[in-house]
């Protein structure tokens, strides 16, 4: 059967041809980051039953990224690849180089895309076939508000409006309370059958996975992590306990910002590679240093449990069918950040929480799990924002309550859990570099609107 696939040419503004040329790793990075997301957004729509092209995520995710890629990325030359014109999504794969193979991420049945080592090559067997980019079907993911309320409903709409006072590009909003869906808004060409990544709101997925292991009985958070690369010889990391790990407080060095593992993410390295092999730098548990490095250590101490008990498993029963947590290219869930999924199944997560780790009956987590997620029992981070375990804090934001806590991602994903006001908002975005969602102000508004 041969391959059918679809070539896209996105021309770079003329005022990046200005700025210093990008090293051939960046534009493989580039690429990666491209092939990746394009893959990701398209395939998880398809499986929720949404749809995404490359012409709507050219217009979202391909705005006002990393400001070492923006002035290029869009210039990357990229083909999608199917089984038949019309049949399941293969890859993507991005040109960036003369010299060397695309870019590739590949899409699987279960496990979501992968993106592939720099000079992998797929099956040479396979075809091509150029074609005009196609718009999103118009009405297939239409935009809508609905709201309980007048004063509910005017925050939505105020927050959806390009360049509100909000700040971002909100693409999708959700507001529970007591258990039912009080307001809920999409902009055109997302809705409730389109996830979007989560970026690192895939941490506090990952502090949920945890949590769901201890219930289990097959690890202690206060124990060293069983990591097999840290069990050899007198290993000082041998001491950093999951706690650490969730908190943040390893004391690991890394390269880079801690927020930024773009050889995992972009660049085909793998969790083994790359997030367990840096060294420490301060006693572990003394301070607070936000790294993907330590959630994907704090996942590999409990991937065992991953044979009998995958993260998909967890989604099924939270009913969060839209939810899918990618892997590197050899199966290590990168668990900081690349994790697809909807405001819907996003709310479902924190209605975990407000009922504190009991579904339909079954604890799911230890019981007070939520105050252990949510105490900054940790070194803490500089600003307004507190840390717990895999969450931040509203601990000290005025006209917040104190016991309120979130999951936020890049580019304005947001989960907040109001315990206290038994509510969840959920805020997904594509907002540009430099141009910051206010979730403070934001939760704020839709609380005094809840109020009234």
Known sequence: MKIAGLALLFTVPA?????????????????????????????????????RTVGSIYDYEFQGVYPNFDPFIRDLVTFEYRDGADGPLYHFAVEWDDAMPPRVAINTADKGCSVMPIGFVPDASETRVNAANEPTPAGLNAGSVSADTAALKAVVETTLEPGGAMGGVTTGLVVVRGGKIVSEAYIDG??????????????????????????RGEIDVMAPAQISAWQVGNDPRSAITVDNLLRMASGRYSDTAGNRTDPIYWGGATVDERAITWPIVNPPGTVFRYANNDTLAAVKAIQPGFAKHPPAELFAELGMDSTVAETDWQGNYVLSSQVWSTARDLAQLGQLYLADGVWKGRRILPEGWRSYISAPDGPQPEGELGYGAGFWLFNNSAGIPADTFVGIGNRGQYL?????????????????????????????????ALAK
């Not at 990746?36 to 398809?46: D, K």
């Not at 959920?426 to 704020?444: K, L, S, W, Y």
């Open 416 to 448: 907040v859990v109001v315990p206290s006001l038994d509510t969840v908002i959920v805020r997904r975005g594509e907002d540009p570099v430099g141009n910051r969602f206010d979730i403070a102000e934001f939760t704020r508004e839709i609380l005094a």
């Open 15 to 51: 005022a990046a041809q200005e700025k210093a040329a990008p090293t051939p790793y960046e534009r493989a990075l580039a690429a990666g980051y491209k092939a990746l997301m394009a893959c990701g957004a398209v395939a998880s729509a398809e499986r929720a039953g949404g749809k």
């Open 190 to 215: 997302f809705g409730p059958k389109v996830p979007q990544r989560t970026w690192s709101v895939a941490k506090s997925i990952a502090a949920t996975l945890v949590g769901a292991a201890v219930q």
